[in-house]
């Protein structure tokens, strides 16, 4: 029987970042679900996922409101915020979010936030 892979979802207007994210995540055995918009992942549903990973600064809704969202909605599901505008990465709103990675961010450092966030989930913490 071949064991899931954990689905992450990312959320950035960024074309390019989801392009290099979602190989990154697939190379490292995860299972990505790349989407241009917070209107676009709550469309779909966040029954099945594992880990969000979404952009602040976007049009339409934010990441902090979409943290927000997701927070009511699945409590338990780790949230990693991402950036580039550093102003908004030093407010330090770092509630309810798993992780904070500043674009350009370093791809080993996430993966082992991936983990790490993923293992603490499982384990009910």
Do not use: W
């Not at 969202?69 to 102003?87: M, S």
């Not at 350009?104 to 293992?119: N, S, T, V």
């Amino acid at each position: 029987m071949e064991e899931t892979r954990p689905i992450v979802a990312v959320v950035d207007d960024d074309p390019r970042l989801l392009e290099s994210l979602e190989e990154l995540l697939e190379s490292a055995g995860y299972k990505a679900c790349c989407l241009r918009s917070a209107e676009h992942l709550l469309a779909r549903g966040l029954s099945d996922l594992d880990l969000l990973i979404t952009d602040i600064g976007m049009p339409g809704m934010n990441g902090f409101d979409l943290r927000d969202i997701v927070n009511k909605a699945r409590p338990e599901l780790p949230v990693f915020l991402v950036t580039g505008r550093h102003e908004i990465a030093d407010q330090g709103r770092a509630r309810g979010i798993s992780g904070f990675f500043r674009k350009p961010f370093d791809a080993p450092a996430l993966l082992i936030a991936i983990g790490d966030a993923l293992q603490k989930s499982r384990n009910g913490g």
